[in-house]
C-alpha cells in the first residue's frame, strides 16, 4: 500500500509541478499559484511516507501558508488584466537561462562537496533537533541554494506580473 501511495504523490507532484509552468486550463498567474500549493502539498505526502512528519507539517505550513499567501498577494496587488501582461523578451529568457545554469552548477557543487549518505545517521529519526543540526552542518551549502531560489522565485513573480511601462 505504501508503493501505491508513494506513486500516486510522485505522479501528483510532477503533475502539478508541470502544470505551475505549462498551464492549458489559464494564464492566470493565481492558477499557476494554486497548483503550486498542490505540488508543495504532495511532496508534504511524500515527506510522510518517508517518516518525516516535523519536514511535513512545516512543508505545508511554512511554504503552502506563508510564501504562497506571500506570492498571491503580490500577484494580486499587482491586478493584471490579460492583455496587459508583459511579453516575453530575450533578454529575459536569457537571463532565466542563465539564472537556472548557476542554481544547477551550485547543485553539482553541493552534491560533490557533501554527497548523499556520508552525513551521520540522526539521533532521533525526524526529530527536529537532529534536522537543525544536519541541515545547518552538513548541508549549509544546500539550505543556501534553496534560500536563494526562493528569492529567484518571488523576483521573477514580481517580474512576471508587472504592467508594461507605456
Same mark, same amino acid.
Given at each position: ?15 502539478? @509541478? ?26 508534504? @505526502? ?46 529575459? /529568457?536569457? @537571463?532565466? @537561462? ?36 544536519? /541541515? ?31
Amino acid at each position: 500500500m505504501e508503493a501505491v501511495f508513494f506513486y500516486l504523490f510522485a505522479a501528483a507532484t510532477l503533475l502539478c @509541478g508541470f502544470l505551475v509552468i505549462a498551464n492549458p486550463f489559464s494564464r492566470n498567474p493565481v492558477t499557476s499559484a494554486m497548483f503550486l500549493v498542490l505540488t508543495i502539498v504532495s511532496l508534504a @505526502g511524500l515527506f510522510v511516507l518517508l517518516h518525516a512528519f516535523f519536514l511535513a507539517a512545516v512543508q505545508v505550513l511554512v511554504y503552502a501558508g506563508a510564501v504562497m499567501v506571500l506570492f498571491l498577494f503580490v500577484i494580486m496587488l499587482l491586478d493584471l488584466q490579460a492583455e496587459e501582461r508583459r511579453s516575453f523578451k530575450k533578454l529575459a /529568457l536569457a @537571463g532565466g @537561462g542563465l539564472a537556472v545554469v548557476v542554481i544547477a552548477l551550485l547543485a553539482h557543487a553541493a552534491v560533490r562537496e557533501s554527497p548523499l549518505g556520508t552525513a551521520a545517521p540522526p539521533m532521533v529519526e525526524g526529530s527536529p533537533r537532529a534536522l537543525g543540526k544536519l /541541515l545547518f552542518t552538513e548541508y549549509l551549502l544546500p539550505f543556501e541554494i534553496l534560500s536563494v531560489l526562493l528569492l529567484v522565485a518571488m523576483v521573477g513573480v514580481i517580474l512576471l506580473s508587472r504592467k508594461e511601462a507605456k
